[in-house]
């Protein structure tokens, strides 16, 4: 079973700052999809930014960028130019498309990021 | 284009009791998957649904059951609520089973059993 670890609970940055949040995973599969996910306090889960494992180019999406290591199992978000509106629970989340299990996302348990004026 | 809609947005449920939870898809998805979020945790998935049939589940007793009718609505049901059932309910919809992610949340159904 694929296991998402995200080791930072809490993270904290100064508007207009560049942050970085962590996330490592574990599978034995060779062709997977990574994924970081916004929700605020809205609840609803926003997609901020996609990584499929055989691109070696990593992904960015605007103030959003990830460094994907795939040997090293990790997926870190670096967000630019902080916004208060950034100011939300940060999820990693993996998935499996050989999964029979419905192509689920396994997510890791979150960091709260806290953007300050 | 419509999003993902989930009702109640908040319920409040007694130990035992049975409770039906409901999410109506965006516009043109046909797959529909579920999950848990309990406090502080991020979400687990429950089951998906595609053209109307179970398409997979995760790691769920049976008292967790669902439906998804031709419009591709989908209902979560629980039956004999526990405490541990108290949580977000979070429905996504997705096109052709959710391939490489494309999934829109809706903002959850909040449980509270008692």
């Known amino acids: 079973a694929q296991t998402v670890t995200q080791s930072q609970p809490e993270m904290s940055v100064q508007e207009a700052e560049t942050v970085t949040l962590s996330c490592t995973y574990d599978?034995?599969?060779?062709?997977?999809?990574l994924f970081w996910y916004k929700q605020p306090p809205s609840r609803q889960m926003i997609l901020v930014i996609r990584?499929?494992?055989?691109?070696?180019q990593n992904a960015t999406e605007n103030r959003f960028s990830v460094n994907f290591q795939k040997a090293a199992k990790s997926f870190s978000l670096k967000i630019s130019d902080s916004q208060l509106g950034d100011t939300a629970m940060y999820f990693c989340a993996f998935m499996n498309p050989l999964n029979n299990a419905g192509n689920m996302l396994t997510f890791g348990g979150g960091t709260r990021l806290m953007v300050k004026p | 284009e419509t999003g993902v809609t989930q009702s109640p947005t908040h319920l409040i449920k007694t130990r035992g009791q049975q409770v039906t939870l409901r999410c109506s898809s965006q516009s043109g998805h046909n797959t529909v998957s579920w999950y848990q979020q309990a406090l502080g945790q991020g979400p687990q998935f429950i089951f998906q649904y595609y053209r109307e049939e179970e398409n997979g589940r995760g790691n769920f007793p049976p008292r967790f059951s669902g439906l998804q009718f031709p419009n591709y609505s989908s209902e979560l049901n629980v039956n004999a609520l526990e405490l541990d059932d108290s949580a977000l309910y979070l429905c996504?919809?997705?096109?052709?089973?959710?391939?490489?992610?494309?999934?829109?949340f809706g903002s959850g159904t909040r449980l509270t059993v008692v």
């Open positions: 990584q499929e494992a055989y691109k070696q």
């Open positions: 996504a919809s997705s096109l052709g089973r959710g391939v490489g992610g494309g999934y829109t």
């Open positions: 599978t034995s599969e060779n062709n997977y999809y």
